[in-house]
């Protein structure tokens, strides 16, 4: 099994910043994708960004320009550093990773966290 842990979630106001990192634990041999995704009251959840083991990115348009998405493999670890917060931003945040567990392993398995806090408000 694998545990995705989030933090770095809370309270910030308009136009602050906030860093969310997960990290990734148990058995696990590579990480394809990994992503973040959001939840906001009375909405269904929705793709921040993601970045694929080589690094390509694909962020949502609300996102680009003031969030970023990186990931450090040797800590199976993902990050989404959040410039410019917006009242808008407010919302559940939720890591997302594809999985090898083992060598022996030919497909991926996909893991969420528990979600983390973001508010912005004044």
């Known amino acids: 099994q694998v545990q995705l842990v989030e933090s770095g979630g809370g309270l910030m106001h308009p136009g602050g910043s906030l860093r969310l990192s997960c990290v990734a634990s148990g058995s696990i041999y590579k990480i394809y994708t990994m992503g973040w995704y959001r939840e906001a009251p009375g909405k269904e959840r929705e793709l921040v960004a993601v970045?694929?083991?080589?690094?390509?990115?694909n962020s949502e348009e609300f996102a680009k320009g003031r969030f970023s998405i990186s990931r450090d493999d040797a800590k199976h670890a993902v990050y989404l550093q959040m410039d410019r917060l917006r009242p808008e931003d407010t919302a559940v945040y939720f890591c997302?990773?594809?999985?090898?567990?083992?060598?022996?392993?030919?497909?991926?398995?996909?893991?969420w966290g528990q979600g983390t806090q973001v508010t912005v408000s004044s």
């Open positions: 997302n990773m594809d999985v090898v567990p083992t060598p022996y392993d030919s497909d991926t398995s996909n893991y």
């Open positions: 970045i694929t083991s080589i690094g390509t990115i």
